[in-house]
């Protein structure tokens, strides 16, 4: 296990609505990447928060917006949901990403499914 | 744009064998960090094992090691007496950092799919 927790873990939507993901990151990470892993697909970059901003983001539209708290934990918000929204998010958290150690660690995923 | 290519979606190895994953990827860059990644069907992705582009040593992680060709910008997965528990997806990933900036994104590859068989 990497330390990094994500909620929920599953969760059903349907087009038009709005969803909040949560991660938690690794103990002293402070840096937060999300992903979206399409089914059989390797992860694509969202965005990344590094110290409470967005230091970097993905090819997503500005309906994927994020968050990232004092505490570095963080938030992935999709308005609008489409049906290729549907897939599983990844979390990943890193101690500083321009440290020495810049290994992603990830967390467990949510699976979100839009009908 | 980085891209990584895996060019084998599934692969088959015995128990106890040995077995390597081929990754490519394409880049302008000079310093940059190759991962690869391990997702077992509980889908939780795990880190094998890491390579700085600037090292030449190929990385070694116990039963895990890679074979880092900087000028041809390959980057494969060597598995030795391989157990059951390395049934999984493996990513290959590149991770540059962004110019002016100082973040960096993984770029994944399509993945491969390996069955250890009993």
């Known amino acids: 296990e990497t330390g990094v927790t994500q909620s929920p873990t599953h969760l059903i939507k349907t087009r038009g609505q709005q969803v909040t993901l949560r991660c938690s990151s690794q103990?002293?990470?402070?840096?937060v990447s999300w992903y979206q892993q399409a089914l059989g697909q390797g992860p694509q970059f969202i965005f990344q928060y590094y110290r409470e901003e967005e230091n970097g983001r993905g090819n997503f539209p500005p309906r994927f917006s994020g968050l990232q708290f004092p505490n570095y934990s963080s938030e992935l918000n999709v308005n609008a949901l489409e049906l290729d929204d549907s897939a599983l998010y990844l979390c990943a958290s890193s101690l500083g990403v321009a440290g020495l150690n810049k290994t992603q660690y990830f967390g467990p995923g949510t699976r979100l499914l839009v009908l | 744009a980085q891209t990584v290519t895996q060019s084998q979606p599934e692969m088959s190895v015995q128990e106890a064998e040995t077995v390597t994953l081929s990754c490519t990827y394409d880049t302008s860059e000079n310093n940059y960090y190759l991962f690869w990644y391990k997702q077992p069907p509980s889908r939780q992705m795990i880190l094998v094992i890491r390579q700085e582009a600037y090292k030449q040593q190929n990385a070694t992680e116990n039963r895990f090691s890679v074979n880092f060709q900087k000028a041809a910008k390959s980057f494969s997965l060597k598995i030795s007496d391989s157990q059951l528990g390395d049934t999984a997806m493996y990513f290959c990933a590149f991770m540059k950092l962004a110019p002016g900036t100082s973040y960096g994104k993984l770029t994944f590859g399509q993945g491969t799919i390996l069955t250890v068989h009993p």
């Open positions: 103990s002293g990470h402070n840096t």
